[in-house]
Nanobody, 124 residues
Framework: QVHLVESGGGLVQAGGSLRLSCAAS?????????TAWFRQAPGKEREFVAA???????DHADSVKGRFTISRDNAKNTVYLQMNRLKPEDTANYYC?????????????????WGQGTQVTVSS
């Protein structure tokens, strides 16, 4: 069992930056697992944002490439999402998720463990 807790959300003006954190606890001594960020805006489907493997391979959605960067600190069991040049359309609840496979997946159903989410609001 893996327990995930997100933090770092808030209100920011367009063009600003935020860094989200996802702290993992529980059965975290698991090599070859992938951690991802998804987001869900009101009335919309939850969508993939970025993911990272244990060995630091990454993938980012086209909508955030060049603006968002996922990274991890294995010693702290924490994954980060640095979000720069934020836009109002980035407003959503951001969720951290984990899967016990070594390859990145971009679908919600591929992830077994989820955090409660952290709200990001970007004002214009």
């Amino acid at each position: 069992q893996v327990h995930l807790v997100e933090s770092g959300g808030g209100l920011v003006q367009a063009g600003g930056s935020l860094r989200l954190s996802c702290a993992a606890s529980g059965d975290t001594v698991v090599v070859n697992y992938v951690t991802a960020w998804f987001r869900q805006a009101p009335g919309k489907e939850r969508e993939f944002v970025a993911a990272i493997t244990w060995s630091d391979s990454t993938d980012h959605a086209d909508s955030v490439k060049g603006r968002f960067t996922i990274s991890r600190d294995n010693a702290k069991n924490t994954v980060y999402l640095q979000m720069n040049r934020l836009k109002p359309e980035d407003t959503a609840n951001y969720y951290c998720a984990c899967r016990r496979f070594p390859t990145i997946a971009t679908t919600r159903s591929a992830y077994s463990y989820w955090g409660q989410g952290t709200q990001v609001t970007v004002s214009s």
